[in-house]
């Protein structure tokens, strides 16, 4: 979850700049296109190592929201209640693992 909280906010600066779908013109050839492609490759591989269960259309729709500064579809609340929901969740499957061993 720690690593999750320092990774987001770079990929939402790093997605800044994503204006669609890429992938349709060919692999990535600039060194901006590699490094974006890179970036979002260790951190989707990062989300999937943790087994995050994440819902990519939204994702996407987040952080581009953030992004272009518009009005969030959450309220702060929802937001913070979705994360802690994460916490349980990493907390609950850190315990029920240190029961079985």
């Known amino acids: ?18 204006p669609g779908p890429a ?12 490094l974006g492609y890179a970036i979002g490759y260790q951190v989707g591989s990062d989300f999937h190592r943790d087994a995050l269960p994440l819902d990519i259309d939204r994702l ?3 952080l581009r929201s953030a992004l272009e500064d518009t009005t969030p579809r959450l309220s702060a609340e929802e937001m913070r209640a979705a994360l802690e929901w994460l916490q349980e969740q990493n907390a609950a499957a850190q315990k029920s693992g240190a029961d079985a061993s």
């Open 60 to 62: 996407l729709e987040g």
């Open 1 to 18: 979850m720690k690593k999750f909280m320092l990774i987001l906010p770079f990929t939402l600066f790093v997605a800044s700049s994503w």
């Open 23 to 34: 992938w349709a013109e060919g692999p990535p050839s600039s060194a901006t296109e590699k």
